[in-house]
């Protein structure tokens, strides 16, 4: 079964500065897709960012990127010019690529929360 | 798109009574979680459906909790009898299957509260 480890339970940061959210996972799939997802104090689940296992390129979106490590299987979330609004929790997840049944859930870390000081 | 809906937003019920909870996914999505988020478990997938046919309910706690899909556009997951370790936020989320579509759209939760 796959895991997904995220080893900082807390990190803070100072408001327009950078910030790097790390994410492990284990998995013996060769093929699958890694998520980043925000939960702000409304406990609404926003997805911030995906990554294909096939894909070289790390993915981006506007402020947000990530190093995708594919042979450490490593995935870590980097947050530039840091906003006050980018204070959340921070979940990494896992989703295999199968084409099967079974293989379509979301595996989660158990998140991390980000502090921005003003 | 209204996104997914759940209902209630919050509820609070005694031990022993029976909870339902309610989901909406977004239209034209074929897959439907239901995840539980807890301080000590973190989030953890209950039971999802495609095409309304439950897939996997490994994740399901005991007897006690039950889902259904009747159709496209309706889930529900209820607790009968409801216990204390039961509080938590229920989260459903919605997806469609394809190279396209691996995200999973998650409604606003239900937060528990059995006393």
């Known amino acids: 079964a796959q895991t997904v480890t995220q080893s900082q339970p807390e990190m803070s940061v100072q408001e327009a500065e950078t910030v790097t959210l790390s994410c492990t996972y284990d998995?013996?799939?060769?093929?699958?897709?890694l998520f980043w997802y925000k939960q702000p104090p409304s406990r609404q689940m926003i997805l911030v960012i995906r990554?294909?296992?096939?894909?070289?390129q790390n993915a981006t979106e506007n402020r947000f990127s990530v190093n995708f490590q594919k042979a450490a299987k490593s995935f870590s979330l980097k947050i530039s010019d840091s906003q006050l609004g980018d204070a959340a929790m921070y979940f990494c997840?896992?989703?295999?690529?199968?084409?099967?049944?079974?293989?379509?859930?979301?595996?989660f870390g158990q998140g991390t929360r980000l502090t921005i000081n003003p | 798109d209204a996104g997914v809906i759940q209902s209630p937003r919050h509820e609070v019920t005694e031990m022993g009574q029976e909870v339902t909870l309610r989901c909406k996914p977004i239209?034209?999505?074929?897959?439907l979680f239901w995840y539980r988020q807890t301080m000590m478990r973190g989030l953890e997938l209950l039971i999802y459906?495609?095409?309304?046919?439950?897939?996997?309910d490994s994740g399901m706690p005991e007897d006690r909790f039950s889902a259904k899909m009747p159709n496209a556009s309706f889930s529900t997951l209820k607790i009968q009898p409801s216990e204390p370790r039961d509080s938590a936020v229920y989260f459903c989320?919605?997806?469609?299957?394809?190279?396209?579509?691996?995200?999973?759209?998650f409604g606003p939760g239900t937060r528990l509260t059995v006393t």
């Open positions: 989320a919605s997806s469609f299957f394809g190279l396209a579509g691996v995200e999973q759209y």
């Open positions: 997840a896992y989703r295999s690529a199968l084409v099967i049944q079974g293989a379509q859930k979301l595996v």
């Open positions: 998995t013996s799939e060769s093929d699958y897709y």
């Open positions: 459906f495609n095409n309304n046919v439950p897939i996997d």
């Open positions: 239209s034209g999505h074929d897959y």
């Open positions: 990554q294909e296992a096939y894909k070289q």
